[in-house]
């Protein structure tokens, strides 16, 4: 409870913040293009991997490179339980050179249909090994909670479902009323018949600090095949 009102209270004042703001605010204009895969091995497990290709400095400079495996199992048909591996080449405050990092996360997600709409929220543990290497881990470590809420609807007699989601990244400890990025997605889902879905979207990223914020718009398409 103390989590959700703390992610319904950001939400709130985060415009009133971003409106105050008087210092510099960095913006960039990013993509992003995906491709991964998802088989069931088991009853309700399945296992899934994706790679993903990301453009920064309005789409002029190669920013992010990242791969991911991990597994999700649905003990009930309304929760998901997911745990990930990533790891990530990232360029690093524009410069033309790149940072690597491991991230481990586990997640829990649980959705409710009404009518046409299909609600989620989600809430993910994300340790990241910040500046790492394949061979050794680095002394930058970060433990994050992500808080996601989002809400799709179902349009009758059509393939496409618009989708829309707010997720707030707060650190472990909540220690005070401190968020570091609220991310929100603007995004249409496809299912391609037998073979897969395709995700389309528009994304920003907001950092939630007076010292030099950053707002990112990001462009993305995303195609999932399932077996």
């Not at 210092?23 to 088991?42: C, M, N, P, Q, Y």
Request: with cysteine; glycine share 4%.
């Amino acid at each position: 409870m103390r989590v959700f009102i703390f992610f319904v209270a950001v939400l709130l004042i985060s415009p009133v913040l971003a409106q105050a703001q008087n210092v510099k605010v960095i913006r960039d204009l990013r993509s992003r293009t995906s491709i991964g895969a998802e088989k069931e091995i088991f009853n309700n497990l399945e296992l899934f991997g994706n790679v993903e290709f990301g453009l920064e400095q309005d789409l002029e400079k190669i920013g992010k490179i990242h791969g991911e495996i991990g597994t999700n199992y649905s003990p009930f048909k309304f929760l998901a339980i997911e745990a990930s591996y990533r790891y990530t080449k990232n360029r690093k405050n524009y410069k033309d050179e790149y940072k690597y990092n491991h991230t481990y996360a586990i997640a829990m997600e649980a959705d409710y249909k009404f009518d046409r709409f299909k609600t989620s929220y989600r809430i993910q543990y994300q340790n990241v090994d910040d500046e790492a290497n394949w061979f050794a881990s680095s002394d930058k470590t970060n433990n994050l909670v992500r808080n996601r809420v989002k809400l799709k609807y179902n349009i009758k007699g059509f393939k496409i479902e618009p989708y829309i989601s707010t997720e707030l990244y707060t650190p472990w400890d909540f220690a005070g009323l401190y968020a570091s990025k609220l991310k929100t997605y603007i995004g249409c889902e496809y299912k391609v018949k037998e073979v897969g879905v395709l995700k389309v979207y528009y994304r920003n990223d907001k950092e939630l600090t007076q010292f030099l914020p950053y707002s990112y718009h990001t462009l993305g398409i995303d195609f999932t095949f399932k077996f």
